[in-house]
T-cell receptor
Framework: DAKTTQPTSMDCAEGRAANLPCNHS???????VYWYRQIHSQGPQYIIH???NNETNEMASLIITEDRKSSTLILPHATLRDTAVYYC????????????FGAGTQVVVTP | EAGVTQSPTHLIKTRGQQATLRCSPI?????VYWYQQALGLGLQFLLW???????NRGNFPPRFSGRQFPNYSSELNVNALELEDSALYLC??????????????FGSGTRLTVV
């Protein structure tokens, strides 16, 4: 699975959009971009995933660049409950097995 | 639909003892994964079971072991506990590639404290 690079931490004001970048310059053509988040001392939670096209669900939007070497997770209206560590992971859907988590981005939403 | 359930929620053991942690996957999921997360650190992959067999293990000593039962639930055993084994142990389940991998679902974890 391709390696990802994320900023260590970022702050966001409550009610504003949070834009979380992820670099995955060695991504292969059949690798998807997955985002998970981990709220303190809980199990990681799936947020969204995508291959090429931008994706949106009730939690977030995922913007993938045309060359697929980077992506941005957007939390449109951050709330205090969005404070968590956010993990960007790339992998294929047919490569079953362990999921490698990096250090992620610690996002702190402030009032 | 019930999520991934782990028990117990908290476990306190003495150094040298054995700990047994349990995990029930989502119905229909055949793969179970175990992760260790020490305080302030990232998730470290421990073990992966599928269809009753151990498929892969992380860089942990042999005193970390486990098994998967015919109903796909799983047990993680940690023998000869050491203080540094104190951590949050997370279990996740997923479909396999034959069924179309669609990501992991994690449980809430077992907090193991070794004193």
């Amino acid at each position: 699975d391709a390696k990802t690079t994320q900023p260590t931490s970022m702050d966001c004001a409550e009610g504003r959009a949070a834009n979380l970048p992820c670099n995955h310059s060695t991504i292969s053509g059949n690798e998807y971009v997955y985002w998970y988040r981990q709220i303190h001392s809980q199990g990681p939670q799936y947020i969204i995933h995508g291959l090429k096209n931008n994706e949106t669900n009730e939690m977030a939007s995922l913007i993938i660049t045309e060359d697929r070497k980077s992506s941005t997770l957007i939390l449109p209206h951050a709330t205090l409950r969005d404070t968590a560590v956010y993990y960007c992971i790339v992998r294929t859907t047919d490569s079953w097995g362990k999921l490698q988590f990096g250090a992620g981005t610690q996002v702190v939403v402030t009032p | 639909e019930a999520g991934v359930t782990q028990s117990p929620t908290h476990l306190i053991k003495t150094r040298g003892q054995q700990a047994t942690l349990r995990c029930s996957p989502i119905s229909g999921h055949t793969s179970v994964y175990w992760y260790q997360q020490a305080l302030g650190l990232g998730l470290q992959f421990l073990l992966w079971y599928d269809e009753g067999e151990e498929r892969n293990r992380g860089n942990f000593p042999p005193r970390f072991s486990g098994r998967q039962f015919p109903n796909y639930s799983s047990e993680l055993n940690v023998n000869a506990l050491e203080l540094e084994d104190s951590a949050l142990y997370l279990c996740a389940s997923s479909l396999t590639n034959r069924q179309g991998w669609n990501g992991y679902t994690f449980g809430s974890g077992t907090r193991l404290t070794v004193v």
